[in-house]
């Protein structure tokens, strides 16, 4: 794994599945991460990556992502395919991540040298509730492996870790809880 | 009569997620709607039987970007309801706290979702062609606000060092120094994009006279922190009679309450009603920047919002870096948290936030549980206003282009939308592809 690692999760946690990446988060903060690996709750506001990197060589961002695919759907996407997301897709709702981390790479060209992953779960509900959707949350240990294996950290069961992922947007579907 | 319908099912560049409907008979637009979400009924909901001491936790997650300014307002309703007295200090912190959240909120709505329109890209990324030097420093700007959270707040989202009471933990020394080197430096640049908005024409959208309200500052300054509201039609009430001043109602067509005054007068809230109540109290940069960009007293044109935003944005670091050098005139302290006992009790909290008047209201019972909460937010008071003006903003664009397109109009109507900066928000932020 790299030196150190930043991990965000991205989300609304009152507003249904839009907490996906929180619930990820906190599942992570339950395991015995290495010292190395810093956890942070990003809040509703992409932008602020650029106060929370610290030079860590790997970022890796987790958010509830709508393509329309089936909900709790992983999708992987890199530094390019965010790029694409957010240059062709410019008046997605305010200030989308895409476009958040697209602006704080202007900004912040250090960060260019960083590894950003962002790992997305694809949402059923974005609604006013506590609660995950039975897909989402059936996704969230799926989605801490993925995380995990970009980390190059074993995951809780000990096993190997999956593969970072090398494509461009990569997909594999949730498994059930 | 042959009609045609626009719709906007989905409004980019706002925090959140709106629509806009509008129908048009010849040159007469006979309908306009705008549908938001608006989740004030639903945190009031979630509130009910919480202890007072969780009620900051939830309330800040109502919005990213707004989270301090309900910090502020819930901590005020709060104190007050449980008789709580804080010092200057407090009071000057939060002040400082809420110039960080406008900063940021300011510099992300004028420079990344205003401006673009003005300038013809379709988005801040696409403006960074021509002009990257402008959307970097945007960028940083925002990020000096973040700063200012995250130093009083204890970090910039959610803040979680702002206390009923007081604050648990004050910033040092050294910090404030660092702060107000970094404010100094953000003058001539905001100096720069005054001189860049003060180069552009704003399209007219003149809807008619339009009523302001903004609470009357606590002294005779330009300042966020009121003691009664105030209209431009020259009312003046005690923040206990807000219910009563302010009608809240339901329309079919939005899911989100709209607001009017007693007698059903639509108005507006905001940086542009609080320049036209209080705007002869600035000094400084900001004083010279609003005689520049905002010459004419009368006009009420919706569009000049983002530029009373960036006037407000160099009152912000102004009065910020004013702030600084009292707290470092001072002794350096640790904390400042007064002690108090928990009471059944009531309290009405309300600030000038970045949008506009904000309202909390709690009461509390013997164990200090929320037995009620009431939260008026600026979007929801502006949404009637909005709608009104998108019908004036169609009606000029009719009047003056025969023949113009669809997506000329919903540019447009947008650009009236994104003029009121309406946060809807911030509750759901999710990425779409």
Redesign the interface.
Known sequence: MPDRALVVG??????G??GAGIAVLEALRSLALPQTVRLV?????A??L??LWDGEPLVVLV?????GYDPGTLTVLDRLALRE???????????????CV???F??EPRLGEATVV?V?IE?AT?A?THALSPAVAAAIPQAVRTVLGLLGLPNQAGQEPPRPTKTQDKRSSSEPA | MSGRTVVIPHLGRVEGHGGIFVRIEGNRVTQVEMDIFEGSRYYEALLKGKHFQEVQGIITRICAICSASHTVTALQALEEALGVKVSERVHDLRGLLLLGATIESHALHVFALALPDFLGYESVLAMASQYREEVVQALRLKQLGNKIQDLIGGRAVHPVNTLVGGFGKLPRHRELEALAAELEQALPVLDRFVDLAASIPLPQVKPGPTVYVALRPYVEAFRFRGVSLCTSRGEEYPLSAYREVIREFTVEHSHAKHAALEEGTTYMVGSLARLKLWGHYLTGRAKAAFQRLLPDPKDDNPLLNNWAQLVELVHSVERALEICHELLGQPEEPRDLVDYQVRAGRGIGAIEVPRGTLFHEYELDEAGRVVAANVITPTAQNLANLERDLRAGAEAVLVAGNGLSDKELKLRLEMVARAYDPCISCSVHLVRS
């Open positions: 991205f989300g609304n946690p009152l507003m599945d839009d709750d990003g809040g509703t506001d932008s602020t650029a106060r958010d509830a992502l709508a393509r997301l957010a240059v062709n897709q410019p008046h997605v709702h305010a200030l989308a991540l895409p476009a697209e602006w704080v202007l900004a962002l997305g949402p974005v006013p």
